[in-house]
């Protein structure tokens, strides 16, 4: 099960790079076509899709990693089974929040899908394609936040504590 936790962590990570490189594109292509006149149309409106989609799929990975930003103001001062017990609680809540959000914004996407929403932009691009990459992202980001939830209920030290450690000895 770790093995094709690793995968999916992993090829989410890559559609994230594939997005990021995507943008720097869109943005070279239009500053080279500024150059010589050349109108880029949309290039703004397609960066920003792809900045939503590259955001939400690295969500998974960069909690996974222990590079997300976790506030850990009252857990920091918390020890052994207490600690324990509120990161659980911590842990349920997020990913109640995740599934949740990650289950409306497929909905999203499904509806964009079924009525045909397009941007309001020269290329009309389909909006349901970032709304499926968001909604991927999300899903990705429940899955590492259950994993997490399932370590610490069953002892095991989270994937995110191990890149949370090494942060701090920085």
């Keep these: 099960m770790r093995q094709a936790l690793n995968y999916l962590f992993k090829f989410s990570a890559g ?3 594939f997005f ?5 594109l869109l943005i070279l292509a239009q500053s080279i076509g500024r150059v010589l006149g050349i109108a880029v149309h949309d290039a703004n409106e ?4 792809a900045l939503a989609a590259g955001t939400f799929l690295a969500l998974g990975p960069a909690f996974r990693a222990g590079t997300h930003i976790r506030v850990q103001i009252v ?3 918390l020890k052994g089974g207490f600690r324990r017990v509120m990161e659980t609680i ?3 809540a ?3 929040l995740g599934g ?4 409306w914004v497929s909905v999203l996407a499904e509806e964009s899908y079924s009525y045909g929403d397009t941007s309001p932009g020269v290329l009309a691009f389909p909006l349901w394609i970032p709304q499926a990459a968001m909604a991927f992202g999300l899903i ?4 590492a936040m259950i994993e997490a939830l399932v370590d610490t209920v069953c002892g095991r030290e989270p994937a995110f504590a191990r890149g949370e450690a090494v942060e701090l000895n920085e």
């Design 15 to 17: 559609l994230a790079a």
């Design 100 to 103: 949740y959000f990650a289950w």
């Design 90 to 92: 911590t842990l349920c």
């Design 75 to 77: 857990l920091s001062h």
């Design 140 to 143: 990705v980001f429940t899955i």
């Design 20 to 24: 990021l490189i995507a943008i720097a």
């Design 46 to 49: 397609m960066a920003g899709f």
């Design 94 to 96: 997020a990913s109640f």
